[in-house]
């Protein structure tokens, strides 16, 4: 089945740092998506990018959509503690029914 | 409700007992997911309603998880005779429709001892 490649699988970093993470694929995507999950609590979508080459930002948070569309990339700018979490990226093949997700970059902020 | 609702958010039960997850989507999605996920792990897909049907149950491990939904609205997933690799976070979303960007619950932590 498809499969997407995520990393850094974790990251420690310093507070005011820039983060920068990515997912991979050999399927194309016609949809990709960033999620952040917080300790017991489910994923929360962040970005949605919908067509190839699309660079969409929310807040410090900037992500792009391949112009393969077989990749993505987030990056998060000057790092907060609130920042600390899981972050997934989420593809959607056209006409699929399910995302298929990465395994997940979990950030630490040493303060 | 304004988001997808799980309940109960914790449960704790002894091996070989049957548990039951509840999940109240967001009003008006039709479509509606399970994903488990272990300790520290990505996102297990289980199974995927769209309306009352399961196109998908591709991802439910066992012959002894299996789910529901009623209504087009509420989810219950059960699993029989709990063992401890059951023990995970069992979270539930829902989309507009099949094949959209999900919204999630907080999940079900299960702890099986």
């Known amino acids: 089945g498809q499969q997407l490649n995520q990393s850094p699988q974790s990251m420690f970093i310093q507070e005011g740092e820039d983060v920068s993470m990515n997912c991979t694929s050999s399927?194309?995507?016609?949809?990709w998506l960033w999620y952040k999950q917080d300790p017991g609590e489910g994923p929360v979508l962040l970005i949605a990018?919908?067509?190839?080459?699309e660079l969409t930002s929310n807040g410090r948070l900037t992500a792009q959509f391949g112009i393969t569309r077989k990749d993505s990339f987030l990056n998060i700018s000057a790092s907060i503690p609130s920042d600390v979490g899981i972050y997934f990226c989420?593809?959607?093949?056209?006409?699929?029914?399910?995302?298929?997700f990465g395994q997940g970059t979990r950030l630490t902020i040493n303060p | 409700g304004a988001g997808v609702s799980q309940s109960p958010s914790n449960k704790v039960t002894e091996k070989g007992k049957d548990v039951e997850l509840r999940c109240d989507p967001i009003s008006g999605h039709t479509a509606l997911y399970w994903y488990r996920q272990s300790l520290g792990q990505g996102l297990e897909f289980l199974i995927y309603?769209?309306?009352?049907?399961?196109?998908?149950k591709s991802g439910l491990p066992s012959d002894r998880f299996s789910a529901e939904r009623t209504g087009g609205s509420v989810s219950t997933l059960t699993i029989q005779r709990t063992q401890q690799e059951d023990s995970a976070v069992y979270l539930c979303a829902s989309s507009l429709r099949g094949g959209e960007k999900l919204f999630f619950g907080s999940g079900t932590q299960l702890s099986v001892l």
């Open positions: 309603f769209q309306g009352n049907s399961a196109p998908d």
């Open positions: 399927s194309i995507f016609n949809t």
């Open positions: 990018l919908y067509k190839a080459g």
């Open positions: 989420a593809g959607l093949i056209q006409g699929a029914q399910k995302l298929v």
